[in-house]
């Protein structure tokens, strides 16, 4: 382990993954803090909850990441609290971590909008055991229906209302749409395809409102090709395990309600520093905690802004940037060197409704139908960690493409022993 300057990271999504990674082999000693032992690619999440992907090929171990990396240490424990002045981290486990330099790179939950109660009723996307969670809810609804002599309660199984028609919400509305047609006419035959209900409830004017409007439109078209309802200027007003209404005085009876209509920061960046827009913290141009010169803030944490000065969103490409600079400006800053203000380049957003149809905006290019598909794949295969994965997960791909196939389809209880 490298001796001298310390680093903590807290936090292994994309923006703290980055970060140790461009820190990894430098003279500084980097310790990275997540809860989970694993960075989890949050984009193909959705995948495994419809029965695509198996969750190990969306998650890479961290140890295994930086197994050659003699300087970065792995900590697995919840960050409690960051005490600034004192430059510790303190962990739920009751130690704590000194540091020269802490980056907080911790993510995000979902937002209920000050309706919290929410949280008990509806199923999240936000995380591996939400996605193994929402897989096994969907598979036990259409077997419960297959067995139910009920109309009503058959119904009401058949059911599936996602709440948020952003890029989750769609490309699992997709997803799921194309898994109830590619399983049920063979494998249920006691169950009616015509009879399976898919609902996309938006409070926009419009899905995939990050989007330009054409393939705003484009999307919802696509989405209605595939037989899934989408209603737009629907807030949300109450939801239970048995139904879900709206403001505008929708009422739908469902047994599933999928909850992907956006995110806030986690509660530490609360408990640390005064923050600003969206409740994250307020960063200078190096992305710098104000007030706390060796405190940094990335990704969904910081309310990092373009050159614009407009915040900038809750995404994995923003996050992966500032990961990147604010490695670079800490080793910079040991070296005596001045480094340049942080400056966002926009990649482009993508977001696919289902097989060989996708939406994406790359600088002044937009991108439909079959090319923005093939361009959505290339993108994830590329950031996807680990060279394993990436070759499983196109081989799933692969197979999906030749055989019309969901392979992961096991009910399996987590909680039951295993023969």
């Known amino acids: 382990m490298a001796e001298g300057h310390r680093v903590v990271v807290v936090g292994a999504g994309f ?74 981290v303190h962990l739920a486990d009751g130690t704590h971590l000194e540091y020269d330099d802490v980056v907080i790179a911790a993510g995000s939950t979902a937002n209920y909008f000050g309706n919290d109660d929410l949280a008990r009723d509806v199923l999240g996307l936000k995380d591996l055991g939400q996605a193994i969670e929402l897989r096994n809810h969907v598979l036990a609804c259409l077997e419960s229906a297959a067995l139910s002599e009920d109309d009503e309660d058959r119904r009401c199984h058949l059911t599936f209302c996602i709440v948020g028609g952003g890029p989750t919400g769609v490309e699992y509305a997709g997803a799921l749409a194309e898994l109830v047609r590619l399983v049920l006419p063979d494998e249920y035959p006691e169950i009616d395809p015509a009879a399976v209900r898919i609902v996309v409830l938006e409070g926009a004017d419009r899905v995939l409102p990050a989007f330009p409007p054409g393939l705003s439109n484009y999307g919802q078209r696509e989405l209605e090709r595939r037989g899934v309802e989408v209603h737009t200027n629907q807030l949300v007003a109450k939801a239970s395990k048995t139904h879900v209404e709206t403001r505008a005085g929708m009422h739908i009876d469902t047994r599933t309600i999928v909850w992907t209509a956006g995110v806030r920061p986690t509660d530490l960046v609360a408990t640390v520093a005064p923050q600003v827009a969206e409740n994250r913290f307020d960063v200078d141009d190096h992305l710098r905690v104000n007030g706390a010169a060796h405190a940094y803030a990335i990704g969904d944490a910081a309310a990092g802004r373009d050159h614009h000065g407009k915040v900038l969103p809750m995404l994995s490409p923003p996050a992966m940037q500032e990961g990147r600079f604010v490695a670079r400006h800490i080793l910079a800053s040991r070296r005596g060197r001045d480094t340049r203000a942080f400056r966002y380049h926009d990649k482009g957003t993508l977001a696919t409704i289902g097989r060989t149809a996708a939406v994406g905006v790359v600088g002044p290019l937009q991108f439909t139908g079959f090319l923005g598909w093939l361009v959505w794949l290339a993108v994830h295969l590329y950031y996807l960690i680990g060279f394993e994965n990436r070759v499983r997960v196109l081989m799933r791909w692969a197979w999906y493409y030749v055989r019309y196939d969901r392979p992961v389809r096991a009910l399996i209880d987590a909680r039951s022993p295993q023969p």
Request: aromatic residues 6%.
């Open 15 to 88: 923006g703290g993954l980055q970060c140790a990674r461009e820190l990894r082999d430098e003279p500084v000693q980097v310790t990275l803090v997540d809860r989970h032992n694993y960075h989890l690619f949050t984009p193909l999440l959705y995948q495994v909850a419809s029965c695509l992907l198996n969750p190990s090929e969306v998650a890479a171990p961290l140890r295994k990441v930086f197994r050659s990396a003699r300087n970065v240490r792995i900590r697995v424990g919840e960050v409690q609290s960051i005490d600034l002045a004192e430059r510790r």
